[in-house]
T-cell receptor
Framework: AQSVTQLGSHVSVSEGALVLLRCNYSSSVPPYLFWYVQYPNQGLQLLLKYTTGATLVKGINGFEAEFKKSETSFHLTKPSAHMSDAAEYFCAVSQYNQGGKLIFGQGTELSVKP | EPEVTQTPSHQVTQMGQEVILRCVPISNHLYFYWYRQILGQKVEFLVSFYNNEISEKSEIFDDQFSVERPDGSNFTLKIRSTKLEDSAMYFC?????????????FGPGTRLLVL
């Protein structure tokens, strides 16, 4: 069965510092991996996704993530945090043979200190 | 930019009452989903829907739940007899095509509180 683990329910960084949000997955077949962001009172918005090909994926707002099969990880990074990055971030996995069902991690709330 | 909309944003109901949560998916999307998030827990898949049929449902989606596309634009989730444990944020999502690689676009959610 698929599962997703996000290490750290809360992460706090200073403005301008590196953002690193961790995601590990479990999947019996090659996974498709997603990062979604949720701002207050809004829906989940896709940041980036990995399906096939290049393992380093770039998304919106300067975020990127690297698929590492050997580590079963898909960590999200951003070189320099901005106050507007404060939100909740969700990692999710799906499989080619299970339609569109997304399995989510528990989410990581990112706060950015001035 | 097209977006998924949901109504109402908040719903308070008494245990045992029926509720209908409404969603308007993106107009050219063919696949529709409901997820829920109980406070402090993960976002969980409930059901997927295509061509007026349920494609897949989770074990959470029991006989108390039903989904419908009553017209060309709305997609609804009905809970027949609400329980306290149904209190959660319910998200609707849609995608243009099927498949695990497709991006799902989420609505802002309906927060349901069952008293």
């Amino acid at each position: 069965a698929q599962s997703v683990t996000q290490l750290g329910s809360h992460v706090s960084v200073s403005e301008g510092a590196l953002v690193l949000l961790r995601c590990n997955y479990s999947s019996s077949v090659p996974p498709y991996l997603f990062w979604y962001v949720q701002y207050p009172n809004q829906g989940l918005q896709l940041l980036l996704k990995y399906t096939t090909g290049a393992t380093l994926v770039k998304g919106i707002n300067g975020f990127e993530a690297e698929f590492k099969k050997s580590e079963t990880s898909f960590h999200l990074t951003k070189p320099s945090a901005h106050m507007s990055d404060a939100a909740e971030y969700f990692c999710a996995v799906s499989q080619y043979n299970q339609g569109g069902k997304l399995i989510f991690g528990q989410g990581t709330e990112l706060s950015v200190k001035p | 930019e097209p977006e998924v909309t949901q109504t109402p944003s908040h719903q308070v109901t008494q245990m045992g009452q029926e509720v209908i949560l409404r969603c308007v998916p993106i107009s050219n999307h063919l696949y529709f989903y409901w997820y829920r998030q109980i406070l402090g827990q993960k976002v969980e898949f409930l059901v997927s829907f295509y061509n007026n049929e349920i494609s897949e449902k989770s074990e959470i989606f029991d006989d108390q739940f039903s989904v419908e596309r009553p017209d060309g634009s709305n997609f609804t989730l009905k809970i027949r007899s609400t329980k306290l444990e149904d209190s959660a944020m319910y998200f609707c999502a849609s995608s243009r095509l099927a498949g695990g690689q497709e991006t799902q676009y989420f609505g802002p959610g309906t927060r349901l509180l069952v008293l």
